[in-house]
């Protein structure tokens, strides 16, 4: 069959650099039009699958309306705690304002472990079976938080909880570099991301149909644990019977699509998936600069999400209801999702580099931590505008995924990196809310809010200036490919590789 290759956009030519040796690109033996087919097919079955997940996994925890801080990050599982919090979680189970924080913040314990185990398992396991069978672990857990009648045992079952949830987020930036290129890598994770966003919105409303529920057997808050440890398990039994190992397994695929779902992904020089482990790989990326700025951005992104537990006092400390207040808080999860997808088209439809429309990302919380602190107490309103713009960080945390599954390449040294991620995630999840001790204004945390975003711009900065000069060396060296390019060789290894900036 002939070649029928078309101009690639300017923008998705610079997002994913080509190669300018010939005898560097594979001969690619299938049409734009088939290829386009192919995405299609990957889209609604492994697209779809990562966003019913995300769904459930998605964390935007509210505080609870009676005072109580809940030191809680962004799932509906992890989400309905807050809600609970509404509904006297925290006075059934005779807990005080400390042990229901240490309560909350004990699931990012579970998960801070988690991650240094799932660099080795998520390496040597398929990744596929590995995130189906760790999704039921967390289905049965979310469903047990119902049963726990003090501190001590509903405090054991989310440090559990936040165990088993330590391999999905980090998984699915593995899978989506599996299945698609590098220009396609920003705008599907914002599709799997965005619906933190709708599990923000629907959960909310989710939750107050059920405290509205008067006269049922068990207590409000038990209920939703139920509905959500329910609902996780029917999304893992989907996602082990529909999601495919890998391209060259798809059972949606016909022998032909198959063929063409693995080699364009090897014209780009991305490896698929090995099931082996590699400590030069964890010793490369200890050394690697361009890794480390990619994981510092999880540390100070997630050091700037207290306030998105705070927000929900905030509002109703101006005289709405605990359960109006839910649904005054709805704008956060909309505007969440809007700016996910004005970042990400940007990045699709523009020229402007990823790193710089990360710096975009920053904009709506900087102008709102700014806002919360700035405006007087009588400005209702405006405040309540500033709690939405503030809690909106999902958009920077889809561009800086996407860039570690574009940037990254070899087996080991790519789950190191996601699991990185997510270890300085924990550790800012359970940190960063103890800044926030003094309200009503809570400055202090409001400034650290700040910092942490102007450190991601300043991240930002750096990884573009690094990633540019990078490529602009190996351009210059016009070094041949010699190992084919789906090989498990890392990104600093393979010199015929290009940073996506």
């Known amino acids: 069959?002939?070649?029928?290759?078309?101009?690639?956009?300017?923008?998705?030519?610079?997002?994913?650099?080509?190669?300018?040796?010939?005898?560097?690109?594979?001969?690619?033996?299938?049409?734009?039009?088939?290829?386009?087919?192919?995405?299609?097919?990957?889209?609604?079955?492994?697209?779809?699958?990562?966003?019913?997940?995300?769904?459930?996994?998605?964390?935007?925890?509210?505080?609870?309306?009676?005072?109580?801080?809940?030191?809680?990050?962004?799932?509906?599982?992890?989400?309905?705690?807050?809600?609970?919090?509404?509904?006297?979680?925290?006075?059934?189970?005779?807990?005080?304002?400390?042990?229901?924080?240490?309560?909350?913040?004990?699931?990012?314990?579970?998960?801070?472990?988690?991650?240094?185990?799932?660099?080795?398992?998520?390496?040597?396991?398929?990744?596929?079976?590995?995130?189906?069978?760790?999704?039921?672990?967390?289905?049965?857990?979310?469903?047990?938080?119902?049963?726990?009648?003090?501190?001590?045992?509903?405090?054991?079952?989310?440090?559990?909880?936040?165990?088993?949830?330590?391999?999905?987020?980090?998984?699915?930036?593995?899978?989506?570099?599996?299945?698609?290129?590098?220009?396609?890598?920003?705008?599907?994770?914002?599709?799997?991301?965005?619906?933190?966003?709708?599990?923000?919105?629907?959960?909310?409303?989710?939750?107050?149909?059920?405290?509205?529920?008067?006269?049922?057997?068990?207590?409000?808050?038990?209920?939703?644990?139920?509905?959500?440890?329910?609902?996780?398990?029917?999304?893992?039994?989907?996602?082990?019977?529909?999601?495919?190992?890998?391209?060259?397994?798809?059972?949606?695929?016909?022998?032909r699509e198959r063929h063409i779902a693995v080699q364009r992904l090897s014209a780009e020089r991305l490896s698929k998936e090995q099931t082996s482990f590699s400590w030069p790989q964890i010793w490369e990326f200890v050394k690697d600069h361009r890794a480390w700025l990619l994981v510092l951005a999880a540390f100070f992104n997630t050091l700037a999400s207290p306030v998105i537990k705070f927000a929900t006092l905030v509002i109703n400390g101006f005289g709405w209801s605990k359960l109006n207040t839910m649904l005054v808080s709805l704008p956060a999860g909309v505007i969440q999702i809007i700016w996910i997808w004005v970042v990400v088209l940007g990045i699709r439809y523009t020229k402007i580099p990823r790193s710089f429309w990360g710096i975009i990302a920053t904009i709506p919380p900087l102008v709102g931590n700014i806002g919360v602190a700035a405006l007087p107490s009588s400005s209702k309103w405006g405040v309540v505008v500033c709690t939405w713009l503030a809690t909106v960080l999902s958009p920077f945390m889809v561009v800086i995924l996407s860039l570690i599954a574009s940037n990254i390449k070899g087996n080991t040294k790519k789950s190191a990196a996601s699991n990185g991620y997510f270890i300085f995630y924990a550790a800012a999840a359970i940190a960063g809310p103890q800044l926030w001790t003094k309200g009503p204004r809570y400055t202090d945390g409001i400034i650290a809010d700040i910092v942490s975003i102007g450190c991601n711009i300043v991240i930002c900065v750096l990884f573009w200036l690094s990633g540019t000069l990078e490529n602009r060396k190996r351009d210059k060296l016009n070094i041949s490919a010699d190992q084919p390019g789906d090989a498990d060789v890392t990104d600093r290894q393979d010199m015929s590789f290009r940073y996506t900036v």
Not at 85 to 98: H, I, Q, R, T, Y
Not at 171 to 194: L, N, P
């Open 1 to 255: 069959m002939s070649i029928e290759k078309k101009a690639m956009p300017e923008s998705e030519a610079r997002n994913a650099p080509s190669i300018k040796n010939l005898d560097m690109e594979p001969h690619l033996d299938f049409t734009e039009e088939e290829e386009k087919k192919v995405v299609r097919k990957i889209d609604r079955v492994v697209l779809a699958m990562m966003c019913i997940v995300q769904f459930f996994q998605c964390e935007y925890l509210p505080k609870p309306i009676s005072g109580l801080p809940s030191l809680t990050g962004s799932d509906l599982d992890k989400q309905s705690i807050g809600y609970a919090a509404v509904f006297n979680l925290s006075s059934d189970l005779g807990m005080d304002s400390k042990q229901y924080s240490w309560a909350v913040s004990s699931f990012y314990c579970g998960q801070f472990i988690a991650e240094y185990i799932f660099i080795y398992l998520m390496s040597r396991l398929p990744i596929v079976r590995f995130v189906g069978l760790s999704l039921i672990v967390w289905g049965l857990l979310a469903g047990t938080l119902a049963a726990p009648n003090n501190f001590g045992g509903f405090t054991a079952v989310r440090t559990l909880l936040g165990f088993a949830e330590g391999a999905v987020t980090p998984a699915f930036v593995i899978i989506t570099s599996m299945w698609y290129k590098k220009s396609e890598h920003a705008i599907r994770t914002a599709g799997w991301c965005s619906f933190n966003g709708v599990a923000q919105i629907l959960g909310a409303l989710a939750m107050y149909g059920v405290g509205l529920a008067d006269d049922i057997a068990i207590a409000n808050w038990r209920l939703m644990f139920l509905l959500c440890g329910s609902g996780t398990l029917v999304a893992a039994a989907l996602f082990l019977w529909l999601m495919p190992v890998g391209p060259d397994t798809a059972w949606f695929l016909n022998d």
